[in-house]
């Protein structure tokens, strides 16, 4: 689909020119793409690639940033979109999303978000580098059925059992149900720590989340 205009976003994120990026996301919503997969086959690949050569030494902190803030530009653009073309009305349920303590990703998190509100729950975001009082609170004032906690560093994994831990010892659970993911998470980390379900990605947290509310509705 498209191959040019995707090696075109991806090319906008790894050259770290916010300007390109956020014009291609017009154009894909103009040409009415299926955002998700300009998103996972052009950006998302575009900044996996940057991460890469980070990750060997072949660019430097200053370069990720640039990459980071053009994939920014453009999800910018696409988030709106994702949530105008929801289908769902009525309220599905309460999600309180966050980035575990210590950890400033959020690209990955935010895109968690547009996908549960574009299809019915409410989401309330609180942020990066969240503590679990910070989520206890959220999930308090909201009533919330679910948590979810994303981490992409290995060092801020920890951050998550923190949130569920938190979460059993205020006895929320199993009322309230956790969920994690994230780049460094994996489904054994997220069976280790006790979690109720961990996604791969945005569809898949849906279809985690649509999922537990269900059950809960049965139970
Ligand atoms: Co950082 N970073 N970074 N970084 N960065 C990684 C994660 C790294 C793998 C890069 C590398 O070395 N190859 C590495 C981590 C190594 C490790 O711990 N294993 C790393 C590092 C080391 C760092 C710093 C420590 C660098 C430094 O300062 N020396 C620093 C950390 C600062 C901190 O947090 N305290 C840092 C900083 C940054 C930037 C600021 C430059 C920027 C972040 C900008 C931002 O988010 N606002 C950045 C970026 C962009 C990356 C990479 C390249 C891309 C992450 C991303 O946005 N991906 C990343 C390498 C990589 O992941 N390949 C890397 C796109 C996004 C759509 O995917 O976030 O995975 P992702 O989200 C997916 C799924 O994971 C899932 O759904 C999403 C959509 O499908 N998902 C969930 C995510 N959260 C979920 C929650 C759920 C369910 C699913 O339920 C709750």
């Known amino acids: 689909m498209h191959d040019e205009l995707l090696r075109a976003m991806q090319q906008s994120v790894i050259d770290g020119a916010p300007t390109t990026a956020a014009q291609l996301a017009h154009e894909a919503i103009a040409k009415q793409l299926d955002l998700l997969h300009v998103i996972t086959h ?107 906690v994303s981490a992409l560093l290995t060092t801020t994994m920890a951050g998550q059992k923190s949130v569920i831990e938190a979460l059993d010892r205020e006895g929320l659970r199993p009322k309230v149900k956790a969920i994690v993911g994230g780049a460094a998470v994996t489904r054994k980390w997220a069976e280790e720590i006790h979690a109720d379900g961990y996604a791969r990605n945005a569809m898949d947290a849906l279809e985690l989340v649509r999922s537990l509310v269900a059950r809960a509705a049965t139970a």
Not at 52 to 79: I, N, R, T
Not at 101 to 118: E, P, R, S
Not at 124 to 135: L, Q, V, Y
Request: charged share 20%.
């Open 42 to 148: 052009g950006y998302a690949s575009g900044i996996s690639f940057a991460g890469e050569q980070y990750g060997c030494g072949a660019m430097f902190l200053p370069d990720l940033l640039a990459c980071a803030e053009a994939m920014k530009a453009a999800m910018s653009v696409l988030e709106p979109e994702l949530r105008k073309q929801g289908t769902h009305r009525e309220t599905l349920g309460r999600v309180v999303l966050g980035t575990a303590k210590g950890d400033i990703h959020d690209i990955g998190k935010n895109l968690v978000a547009t996908i549960l509100a574009a299809n019915g729950f409410e989401v309330f975001d609180i942020g990066t580098s969240a503590s679990p009082e910070a989520f206890i609170h959220k999930v308090r004032e909201v009533d919330a059925q679910i948590i979810g």
